[in-house]
């Protein structure tokens, strides 16, 4: 496991195209404010299944991180990540909250690809028999 700094996040943010940024820490943290294009993945007994389903490609490079250097959960997503085979794994071991102390761009809410991965629950009115 490859722990980075907030610049060389940066640098890869801009320069690597096949980038995944992950927050591992539970949804309700990541809907209060996560980095951006990030996708969350919370650190649970489902973490294994949802990031094969989420990333795929194992040679991708994705970029794991929590809420700061004392949450270990980066550190435990980059070890399982490295156990599934994907080869480019490295940790923003500073976390989140050192991205936003530098004033640095974040989002509020749903990732778009969890917002469009949702199953549709409207009903529209022609679909209910009762009508």
């Avoid at 992950?22 to 007994?45: M, Q, R, T």
Wanted: glycine share 4%; net charge negative.
């Amino acid at each position: 496991m490859v722990t980075i700094s907030r610049n060389e996040l940066r640098e890869l943010l801009e320069t690597c195209s096949d980038l995944t940024l992950v927050e591992v820490l539970p949804a309700v943290s990541f809907l209060e404010y996560h980095l951006p294009g990030a996708i969350n993945v919370p650190l649970s007994d489902c973490f294994n299944e949802r990031v094969l389903i989420l990333i795929p490609e194992r040679s991708h490079t994705i970029v794991v991180y929590s809420l700061n250097f004392e949450c270990r959960q980066s550190e435990l997503a980059s070890q399982c990540l490295l156990q599934l085979g994907y080869q480019s794994v490295f940790d923003y071991e500073p976390g989140k909250i050192d991205w936003r102390a530098a004033k640095l761009p974040i989002e509020f809410g749903p990732s778009i690809l969890e917002y469009y991965s949702q199953p549709d629950t409207f009903e529209s009115v022609n679909d209910n028999p009762r009508s």
